[in-house]
Nanobody, 118 residues
Framework: QVQLVESGGGLVQAGGSLRLSCEVS????????LGWYRQGPGMERREFVA????????NYADSMEGRFSISRDSAKRTVLLEMNNLQPDDTAVYYC???????????WGSGTQVTVSS
């Protein structure tokens, strides 16, 4: 069973920053892509935020590029999401996921709450 555990969420004022962390229970070299998604209040679906491949290629949602930065630390089996200039619309539960090709499975963490006050 592959586990992902998010941390680093909290309450921040508009314009502030947070760094989210997602620790993975297996080697990151077995995971093709790690990603961050979010689900805001009243949203039916999770929204793509950013992803990073095993080779370090990154991809961002248009509204987050320039404010958010995703990175990975293979030694710590962790994927990070640095979020700057946070706005109230960024309030959401943030989830990380990982695609493991050898199991042909996509695994999700349970999420961490980010609340941005105006």
């Amino acid at each position: 069973q592959v586990q992902l555990v998010e941390s680093g969420g909290g309450l921040v004022q508009a314009g502030g920053s947070l760094r989210l962390s997602c620790e993975v229970s297996i080697s990151l070299f077995t995971i093709a892509t790690l990603g961050w998604y979010r689900q805001g209040p009243g949203m039916e679906r999770r929204e793509f935020v950013a992803s990073i491949t095993k080779d370090g290629l990154t991809n961002y949602a248009d509204s987050m590029e320039g404010r958010f930065s995703i990175s990975r630390d293979s030694a710590k089996r962790t994927v990070l999401l640095e979020m700057n200039n946070l706005q109230p619309d960024d309030t959401a539960v943030y989830y990380c996921n990982g695609h493991v090709p050898v199991f042909n499975m996509l695994y999700w963490g349970s999420g961490t709450q980010v609340t941005v006050s105006s």
